[in-house]
C-alpha cells in the first residue's frame, strides 16, 4: 500500500511541476525504466533515489513520502 501511495505522489508532483518522465529521468540520471516502475508502485525506491528525486522537484523527501498517520475522528 505505501508503494501505490509514494507512487501516487511521486507523479503528482511531477506533473505539478511540468516534468515528463523523461525529463526528471535525465535531471536525476535515474533510468526511465526505474522511475517507471518506481511510479507505477511496481518498485520501492530505495532513500538515496528518493532524496534525488525530491531534490529535482524542489520538495523535501518527506512531501514525497507518504503519510502515515491515520486521521481519527474526534474525541471529546
Known amino acids: 500500500m505505501e508503494n501505490l501511495q509514494l507512487a501516487q505522489r511521486l507523479r503528482a508532483f511531477r506533473k505539478l511541476k511540468g516534468f515528463t ?27 538515496d533515489i528518493l532524496d534525488t528525486i525530491a531534490q529535482a522537484l524542489g ?9 502515515t498517520e491515520h486521521v481519527k475522528g474526534s474525541e471529546n
Not at 518522465?21 to 532513500?47: F, K, P, W, Y
Open 59 to 67: 520538495i523535501t523527501t518527506q512531501e514525497l513520502q507518504p503519510h
Open 21 to 47: 518522465q523523461q525529463e526528471l529521468a535525465d535531471r536525476t540520471g535515474i533510468s526511465l525504466a526505474v522511475l517507471g516502475s518506481i511510479e507505477r508502485g511496481n518498485r520501492m525506491a530505495e532513500q
